[in-house]
């Protein structure tokens, strides 16, 4: 055999291993699905990747996520769930309430599915039962919905003389009928009447505002959903405007300027989320993990918003927040 034609089968024998041993190696790939946008929601990636990180995946290292951002609009979740099937991802993690766990279900009955969702995973359709989920999904329930009759406590305690209070809520939001009937069984016991306002865009929430303070209410709750979170910053300068004590589900609106904030801990629960993918990823079926349930719940008061609103909050709320911005 000449020189030149063992050198290049040397070569090929060296180099087909590290081919080889590079493709049995590869990181797998995770699909990232949320119905809002990187811009308004990056405590959901910090904490999905803290998740994974606790069971030894580190994107970039040993992972890669694929993102698919919805953008507010409910109806792109199939075609990015679809998007993330013919990826051929490992796992498919889906946040943002139910809507993006369903759609991804309905992409795929292969793909593990972790959800991190406020809904009823059972009612909504997710799993069997939250012991034994059953089939490809499992996740957390965040149970914002179980909280709507809290928030309304919470407010009656800041703004006891309010009889009208007015709700915000997003007709395109998977939960938002389990919403409403909490909030119908939340105000039976504290003699309020409500005034439901719908609104699926920034204009139309602006004049949910609107007819919120003609009608005469004096407080308001703005029901969970992640696109009204994308607009918190927006939510809250009308707030502002209408000098409105209104108290919101999740932290960011607090830290935005707004007045009350109570909720499962979002970061808490997407950790968890995170936990579970990387699991999965290890060999664990989801099947065998129960639907997690949030047992975290953040209670955040702005003093500063209450004052510029002319408001004293009650010493026995103040003792029992979580967190006091001054």
Do not use: C
Not at 81 to 101: M, T
Not at 245 to 272: C, N
Not at 282 to 303: E, H, R, Y
Request: proline share 5%; charged share 20%; net charge neutral.
């Amino acid at each position: 055999m000449k020189r030149r034609q063992f050198l290049m089968l040397l070569g090929g024998a060296a180099v087909w291993p590290r081919a080889a041993r590079a493709q049995k190696t590869a990181a797998p790939v995770v699909g990232f699905l949320h119905v809002g946008s990187a811009e308004a929601f990056p405590w959901v990636v910090t904490a999905f990747r803290q998740g994974l990180k606790e069971t030894g995946f580190i994107e970039g290292q040993n992972v890669t996520i694929e993102f698919r951002w919805a953008e507010g609009k409910y109806d792109r979740l199939p075609a990015l769930a679809s998007e993330l099937v013919r990826r051929d991802v490992a796992v498919i993690f889906a946040a943002g309430g139910s809507a993006p766990a369903l759609a991804a279900k309905a992409a795929t009955a292969q793909i593990p599915i972790v959800f991190s969702s406020g809904g009823d995973p059972v009612t909504g359709g997710l799993v069997a039962s939250l012991n034994r989920p059953g089939g490809t999904v499992t996740g957390v329930s965040l149970m914002f919905s179980d909280t709507v009759a809290k928030r309304l406590g919470l407010l009656h305690e800041v703004v006891p003389k309010a009889s009208l209070i007015g709700v915000v809520v997003n007709p395109d939001y998977a939960d938002v009928e389990l919403q409403l009937k909490q909030l119908q069984e939340g105000t039976r016991s504290l003699s309020q009447e409500l005034q439901i306002e719908k609104a699926r865009t920034a204009h139309e929430i602006g004049t949910a505002f609107d007819n919120i303070v003609q009608r005469g209410a004096t407080g308001m709750l703005v029901a969970n959903d992640p696109f009204f979170t994308s607009q918190r910053y927006h939510i809250v300068a009308l707030a502002t405007h209408h000098r409105l004590p209104v108290i919101y589900e999740q932290r960011e609106y607090t830290f935005a300027g707004g007045l009350m904030s109570y909720g499962s801990s979002l970061v808490d629960a997407l950790r968890h989320a995170g936990i579970y993918v990387g699991r999965i990823l290890k060999g664990d079926k989801p099947a065998d993990l129960p639907v997690l349930q949030s047992s975290k719940f953040d209670f955040i008061i702005n003093l500063q918003t209450a004052k510029a609103l002319g408001l004293t909050i009650p010493p026995g709320l103040l003792a029992i927040a979580d967190e006091v911005i001054e």
